[in-house]
């Protein structure tokens, strides 16, 4: 069927980029006629006219035949010079454009042999299924994954690298936790610079720990990170047991952003993008807008729809960055008209907003990084520790993050 189908579309487009040309060639062959088939049409006019003027009584029959004879002996001169000149010569572009047809259509048939597959079966959706299942249950196990992939290069953070004092705080990290394993914030910490160093599997291990230190409570986003961190270790794939400790992520928390992308991540791995698709796109419909997961599911979605069998899906369209909720700098120039009162009541207000914003929707670097400043603005250093631990855990495999937030912790007071 496919080769049918090709052939009928070759013919189809060399004919109709022929056409015109025959076209073109048949208009001049006719303009490009001999004197003297011209000669020989005007010669049988004039014997058609010669007929007429008879019948009108225009003239005797003794003219008539005289002209019949005169003309006659035209015709049969302009008949024979016509005989001699013999048919007009095939147009010299239309020899050209078939020439050029046959190149190009032979080149495409030879460049689909080579790199195509001529010989591949059809596909329908029941066999490409049963495909996707196989593929689905004949992933490689973690260790085997592991085994195979290159080691992570990781995405240390480059300041964090270069800084003896934080790689030496990290080492009596990992000592404080040697001592003391079952301190499930020593693991979260460790797990969290470990990652920043960019050491991939000194970072899952802690997790690892971290999660089998709390058992059944352990939260959502803890089983997200150590699946993820699965996922890198194994060169990108999501095993059997990675799918099994994010299962138990979603299971936790089913709206959980990171946990469902990973979800659809997992369904086109193994050839199932009509079930990535509506797992993306409700991610995609829902935001925020600024979620970092969302700028790979943006720039893929449009295909994974047509994959999906939906076509005419129109994504919603990017909203236009607006400015940053909470405190800004505009915001803290008019509280110095305001008494100390009135300041302290304004900013708390608006970092209230803020932090409530944040713990439920999520948000950017930029944001959680106003909100550590603005904490130390009003004196509660301690929250903004707490709040700079936690931005440093959520964004610690983004470096480029790390910046504005580790401003803001200056700012406060919170590191040197």
């Known amino acids: 069927m496919f080769w049918i189908v090709s052939a009928a579309l070759l013919v189809a487009v060399t004919v109709a980029i022929l056409a015109p040309i025959w076209r073109l060639h048949g208009a001049a062959d006719r303009d490009a006629q001999p004197a003297a088939a011209y000669d020989l049409q005007v010669y049988r006019d004039q014997l058609r006219e010669v007929e007429r003027d008879l019948e009108r009584g225009v003239i005797g ?11 006659g002996r035209k015709v049969l001169d302009a008949d024979r010079r016509l005989s001699r000149a013999g048919p007009p010569a095939p147009g010299g572009a239309t020899i050209a454009a078939g020439a050029v047809m046959i190149l190009l259509l032979a080149g495409a048939v030879a460049i689909y042999w080579r790199e195509g597959a001529p010989g591949a079966p059809d596909l329908p959706i029941a066999t490409r299924v049963a ?10 196990s973690q260790a085997e994954a592991e085994a195979r992939a290159p080691q992570p290069a990781g995405q240390a953070d480059m300041d964090a690298a270069s800084d003896d004092a934080y790689v030496a705080l990290v080492e009596q990290l990992r000592d404080a936790v040697a001592n ?28 690892q720990r971290l ?15 150590l699946s993820a961190l699965m996922m890198e270790m194994a060169g990108g794939l999501i095993t059997p047991e990675a799918e099994n400790v994010l299962a138990r992520s979603l299971q936790k928390d089913p709206s959980q952003p990171q946990a469902r992308y990973l979800l659809g991540l997992l369904q086109l791995q193994n050839g199932r993008p009509d079930r990535a698709f509506p797992i993306w796109r409700s991610l995609l419909e829902q935001g925020p807008h600024d979620a970092p997961w969302l700028d790979p599911i943006r720039s893929s979605i449009r295909d994974l729809a047509w994959l999906a069998g939906q076509p005419d899906y129109v994504p919603p369209p990017p909203p236009e960055a607006s400015a940053l909720p909470g405190p800004d ?17 304004m900013i708390g207000g ?22 550590i400043a603005s904490l130390g603005i009003l004196g509660r250093t301690d929250h903004a520790r707490d709040i700079w631990t936690e931005a440093q855990t959520r964004f610690a495999a983004r470096p480029e993050a790390m910046d504005s937030l580790r ?5 406060a007071g919170l590191i040197e």
């Open 61 to 71: 029959a003794d003219d008539a035949a005289r002209l019949r004879t005169e003309i």
């Open 211 to 225: 999660v089998d230190l709390r058992g059944d409570r352990a939260s959502a986003d803890e089983l997200m990170r």
């Open 180 to 207: 003391n394993p079952g301190d499930p914030q020593g693991l979260a910490l460790l797990s969290t610079s470990e990652m920043r160093l960019g050491n991939i599997a000194a970072a899952r291990d802690a997790q």
């Open 350 to 371: 608006m970092v209230a907003r803020l932090e409530s914003r944040l713990a439920e929707q999520g948000g950017t670097p930029e944001e959680w990084a106003r909100l």
């Open 407 to 411: 401003a803001a912790a200056q700012q």
């Open 131 to 140: 495909m996707a299942e196989r593929a689905y249950d004949n992933r490689p």
């Open 329 to 345: 700098a505009d915001a803290m120039a008019a509280a110095g008209d305001m008494t100390a009162q009135e300041r302290q009541e």
